[in-house]
T-cell receptor
């Protein structure tokens, strides 16, 4: 079973920041949080990952709460090409497996 | 450029036939994975391999088989025992390291349809 819970869908206006929440209340101490996105009928694309600290790269920022029970992916200036399903995933420390949920369908509107 | 290649992109299978999906990577990644995705759903793990000549069952291995004779290749066979094989199949790979964490690289997928 997935270790994460995400809203099934969200809308965001083009040019605004998109904030995608994720709950992972049962995460263990050494398990990382990964974010991927999938555009229709393509393979998922890696976005970012983190353990405890906030992380930022050229695509997005990841904010992880101090208790690690939830996180937020931030796309700072959303474009129409950011429309996709976004998956928040916990990576198991034992065998490096990713446990996938159903994700959040993010629709960027002009 | 390094990457992971799945072929074919589309595959049609008759009832009772076995078919093999190809997955090749030139990233020198240690681990390779096969996932199945049904419409509107997340990915479900079929098989994975962390080392040559060894592989492990995932959550939905029944009706599937794999081999890992070379580090670069991880083909998936969908056998006639798989009763509902129509789905989107994704292959992924990653480096394994106790000191670093690496994302998965995915192929572009194979869409299998039973006719």
């Amino acid at each position: 079973d997935a270790k994460t819970t995400q809203p099934p869908s969200m809308d965001c206006a083009e040019g605004r920041a998109a904030n995608l929440p994720c709950n992972h209340s049962t995460i263990s101490g050494n398990e990382y949080v990964y974010w991927y996105r999938q555009i229709h009928s393509q393979g998922p694309q890696y976005i970012i990952h983190g353990l405890k600290n906030n992380e930022t790269n050229e695509m997005a920022s990841l904010i992880i709460t101090e208790d690690r029970k939830s996180s937020t992916l931030i796309l700072p200036h959303a474009t129409l090409r950011d429309t996709a399903v976004y998956y928040c995933i916990v990576r198991l420390d034992s065998n490096y497996q990713l446990i996938w949920g159903a994700g959040t369908k993010l629709i960027i509107k002009p | 450029d390094g990457g992971i290649t799945q072929s074919p992109k589309y595959l049609f299978r008759k009832e009772g036939q076995n078919v093999t999906l190809s997955c090749e990577q030139n990233l020198n990644h240690d681990a390779m994975y096969w996932y199945r995705q049904d419409p509107g759903q997340g990915l479900r793990l079929i098989y994975y391999s962390q080392i040559v000549n060894d592989f492990q069952k995932g959550d939905i291995a029944e009706g599937y088989s794999v081999s890992r004779e070379k580090k670069e290749s991880f083909p998936l066979t969908v056998t006639s025992a798989q009763k509902n094989p129509t789905a989107f199949y994704l292959c992924a790979s990653t480096l394994l390291s106790p000191t670093g964490h690496y994302g998965y690289t995915f192929g572009s997928g194979t869409r299998l349809t039973v006719v």
